[in-house]
């Protein structure tokens, strides 16, 4: 299976300044066809998970822009260019390149 | 608009079965994979598998190969996840997602359920 490992595990985060997350897999996320099948979620206390990123870098309809991805290979990141109240919660990873799917161990990101 | 509803919180004792359920509704349920991923109490994300509707194709992780059962009818838009012997270790909430539509052949959960919560307890 690929391992998915996150960094930091929490990250509390000052209002309007930036938040970083990192996500390393054990192995190439590029699939056959040529896409990398690494999306970022985020799920909100007491919520569902909910789509943030897709495909390394695409915001799915409705992520502010303050929400980006970028990466390659094995290397990825998730930034949010200033942090809102709205955005406390736990972060994944999660590479569907290869099965059996997996997710990253989550990060908290938390308001200082 | 689409939405994933998923059937009530349920709670059962170790040994009984259960079959949870999740509806699609405002898209072709017969032409999208459907998911479930497991959230241990205080725990991360954990895929189990995901089945096409349209001619019940199912791929499971080897995880949870033989512990449950995914399925779906498609004559009402509906995906289940079943147990037919539960054990206390099976406490969670379990969530079912939606990929993206199969003629686009992209793979990553764009829309997903509420969230079930079984309670297995003796």
């Known amino acids: 299976d690929i391992v998915m490992t996150q960094t930091p595990l929490s990250s509390p985060v000052t209002l309007g300044q930036p938040a970083s997350i990192s996500c390393r897999s054990s192995?190439?996320?590029?699939?056959?066809?040529?896409?990398?099948?690494l999306s970022w979620l985020q799920q909100r206390p007491g919520q569902p998970p909910r789509l943030l990123i897709y495909?390394?870098?695409n915001r799915f309809s409705g992520v502010p822009d303050r929400f980006s991805g970028s990466g390659a290979g094995t290397d990825f990141t998730l930034k949010i260019s200033r942090v809102e109240a709205e955005d406390v919660g736990v972060y994944y990873c999660?590479?569907?390149?290869?099965?059996?799917?997996?997710f990253g161990q989550g990060t908290k990101v938390e308001i200082k | 608009e689409v939405q994933l509803v998923q059937s009530g919180a349920e709670v059962k004792k170790p040994g009984e079965s259960l079959k949870i359920s999740c509806k699609g509704s405002?898209?072709?349920?017969?032409?999208?994979?459907i998911g479930w991923v497991r959230q241990m109490p205080g725990k991360g994300l954990e895929w189990m598998g995901i089945?096409?509707?349209?001619?019940?194709?199912?791929r499971y992780s080897p995880s949870f190969q033989g512990q449950v059962t995914i399925s779906a009818d498609k004559s009402i838009s509906t995906a289940y996840l079943q147990w037919s012997s539960l054990k206390a270790s099976d406490t969670a909430m379990y969530y079912c997602?939606?990929?993206?539509?199969?003629?686009?052949?992209?793979?990553?959960?764009?829309?997903w359920g509420q969230g079930t919560l079984v309670t297995v307890s003796s």
């Open positions: 997602a939606r990929l993206p539509d199969i003629a686009v052949a992209d793979y990553y959960f764009d829309y």
């Open positions: 405002g898209y072709s349920f017969t032409s999208y994979w």
């Open positions: 089945i096409y509707p349209g001619d019940s194709d199912t």
């Open positions: 192995q190439s996320l590029v699939h056959s066809d040529g896409n990398t099948y």
């Open positions: 495909k390394i870098s």
């Open positions: 999660m590479q569907a390149t290869q099965f059996p799917w997996t």
